[in-house]
């Protein structure tokens, strides 16, 4: 039961304070940095992970058309 029991608690917490830390690590970092380069890293940022999400998606699509769902 233990095997379960600990898991199952002990999992949404973590996925809830790993990106909890996360943006709080990039306000901290980027707090008192100049604007003009923080907002072109984000941006680059956002473009290079929806690079990496389009992709994924496109393939989820293409799998359900091809079994005709």
Known sequence: ???????????????????LLAIYLAYVLTQRSPSGPTSRGF???????????????????AGRSARGM
């Open 1 to 19: 039961m233990e095997k379960v029991v600990i898991p199952a608690v002990v999992s949404p917490v973590l996925a809830c304070l790993t990106p």
């Open 43 to 61: 941006r680059i940022g956002r473009i290079g992970s929806a690079s990496l999400v389009a992709p994924a998606v496109c393939d989820r699509r």
